[in-house]
């Protein structure tokens, strides 16, 4: 399998990018120390919500929601159908696949694809005046269940089942003609799971890592106030409100791997849109960063290096071993200088000790770095390593 490792070195100022239920900057033990973390799932949601990325794949986008069935009923409705009766039919086409609650939402997040909705609004759509007809009688009949006592309740849930039957073949028949691959880039990228419907499950082409700090973690607290610009006259107190935030300041190894021919297949073999989507997801990559606190730190670094590798065979090898013993500033060495030299260390350790095949070409932004000596190809700028990560997608 041909795979793609992107290895990111980025410095952050005091910032609180990815909090745990506390409220504090998330953290784990690396090492036998406490490195601070930013989790898998917010650097993903980051690329995902970037505009680098949904500028690139445009058309190709997933949605993850639980209100599938109003989306679906907007389709509906463009279609030229009435707005009551998309919304009944949409309901209960949902109900049937996936189960729906009162506030007509399913019970768990969907992740699809624009493609996804409209194919299931088509199928409404052409399943013709009956179904719609059981659609309004269906809607009627949970409006009339939800006002009778017990016993009359009873005979008009048997009303709906006996009336539901039209939707419940028609899930049955949208799950068998579920096609094997995706058009959301995204989707073929992360993947998805359904437990309700494993015909959906997409495996995902994309693994990331969570990013650890390759300093041992300080955590600090911002105590601060809020003062009332109005107070009562007799108000001495000075300040209306006041509170802590939890915040640290560290440079984080993020680690990625693509495997391309995995999110090819999951694109049903459309190889131009499987490079689009390589591209899409390196460039926002390396620029988006997490939202947490923004506001208040406004935390906005760029990395300061970054490796990508490219291998033809091979399993993808992560360097986050370099920072198993925490990096420390010297005079001489800045944080992140220091970090540079120990990740080019292990990567060239790694590549004697085991013979790595790969092409590996990365970008430093401070060529008082150091890496003089570097064994891969230092290129100017990240357009440059773009480009270079383009022309060995096509060979």
Do not use: W
């Not at 086409?93 to 969907?110: H, P, Q, R, S």
């Not at 005979?155 to 995706?182: M, R, S």
């Not at 390196?282 to 760029?302: V, Y």
């Amino acid at each position: 399998m041909k795979t793609i490792e992107f290895h990111i070195l980025q410095n952050f100022p005091p910032s609180n990018l990815n909090r745990d239920d506390s409220g504090a900057p998330k953290d784990c033990d690396f090492g036998g120390y406490r490195r601070q973390r930013i989790s898998s799932q917010c650097l993903k949601r980051s690329v995902r919500q970037s505009d680098v990325f949904r500028q690139q794949m445009t058309d190709r986008l997933g949605i993850r929601t639980k209100r599938a069935p109003q989306k679906v009923a907007e389709v509906l409705v463009g279609m030229g159908l009435a707005d009551v009766q998309a919304k009944a039919m949409a309901l209960e086409f949902f109900e049937a696949l996936y189960g729906v609650n009162d506030k007509g939402t399913t019970d768990y997040l969907l992740y699809v694809g624009e493609e996804e909705l409209k194919r299931a609004a088509t199928m409404l759509y052409n399943a013709g005046a009956e179904l719609r007809t059981k659609a309004e009688v269906i809607t009627q009949l949970r409006i009339e269940e939800a006002m009778l006592a017990k016993k009359e309740k009873e005979v008009k849930t048997k009303e709906i089942t006996e009336a539901a039957k039209l939707f419940n073949a028609l899930a049955e028949q949208y799950k068998a003609t579920y096609p094997k691959h995706v058009r959301a880039v995204d989707v073929a990228l992360f993947g998805r799971m359904l437990a309700d419907n494993p015909t959906e499950n997409v495996d995902a082409a994309c693994q990331v890592s969570h990013a650890i700090s390759v300093n041992r973690m300080n955590m600090e607290f911002d105590y601060f106030t809020a003062v009332d610009d109005i107070p009562a006259p007799d108000d001495n107190a000075g300040a209306a409100m006041l509170g802590t935030v939890g915040f640290a300041s560290s440079c984080f190894y993020r680690f990625a791997c693509l495997d391309l021919d995995q999110l090819t297949r999951n694109l049903g073999g459309d190889s131009k849109a499987a490079h689009e989507g390589v591209m899409a997801f390196a460039e926002a990559f390396i620029q988006a960063r997490p939202s947490g606190k923004q506001n208040t730190f406004a935390a906005h670094s760029l990395p300061a290096f970054m490796l990508l590798v490219v291998r033809e065979n091979g399993q993808p090898v992560s360097l986050a071993n370099a920072f198993e013993k925490p990096i420390s500033p010297t005079k001489s060495q800045s944080l992140t200088s220091g970090a540079i030299t120990a990740l080019a260390r292990h990567y060239t350790n790694l590549q004697k000790v085991y013979g790595l095949n790969g092409q590996a070409f990365g970008v430093q932004l401070d060529a008082e770095d150091g890496l003089t000596n570097a064994p891969f190809a230092l290129i100017d700028n990240v357009p440059a390593m773009l480009s270079t990560l383009k022309q060995t997608l096509h060979t």
